[in-house]
């Protein structure tokens, strides 16, 4: 079993920053890629960032390029995501999300975080 634990969400003003973090546990064999996803009210859920498990390549929304950093620490697992200059149209439901193998598993899958609320608002 694969556990996902999001933290780091908020309210912050227009223009300030949140670090979000996600930490995955369990019966991990292998990693392919870690990131983070977003739904607004109303929205379908869209990919933010993503990052490879050894770091080499990195995808943004081009809505955030810029504004967010995606990173990732192999020993313990886990996947951050530094948020700056953020925007009310940033306020969502973010989502760590974590494609693995589990040990007894012959294929990959995804796997999801229970969301963390950010708010952008004066």
């Known amino acids: 079993q694969v556990q996902l634990v999001e933290s780091g969400g908020g309210l912050v003003q227009p223009g300030g920053s949140l670090r979000l973090s996600c930490a995955a546990s369990?019966?991990?064999?292998?990693?392919?890629?870690l990131g983070w996803y977003r739904q607004a009210p109303g929205k379908e859920r869209e990919m933010v960032a993503r990052i490879t498990r050894d770091g080499t390549t990195t995808k943004y929304a081009d809505s955030v390029k810029g504004r967010f950093t995606v990173s990732r620490d192999n020993a313990k697992n886990t996947v951050d995501l530094q948020m700056n200059s953020l925007k009310p149209e940033d306020t969502a439901l973010y989502y760590c999300?974590?494609?693995?193998?589990?040990?007894?598993?012959?294929?990959?899958?995804?796997?999801w975080g229970q969301g963390t609320q950010v708010t952008v608002s004066s």
């Open positions: 369990g019966s991990i064999f292998d990693i392919d890629h």
């Open positions: 999300n974590v494609r693995l193998l589990e040990r007894w598993r012959s294929y990959y899958d995804d796997y």
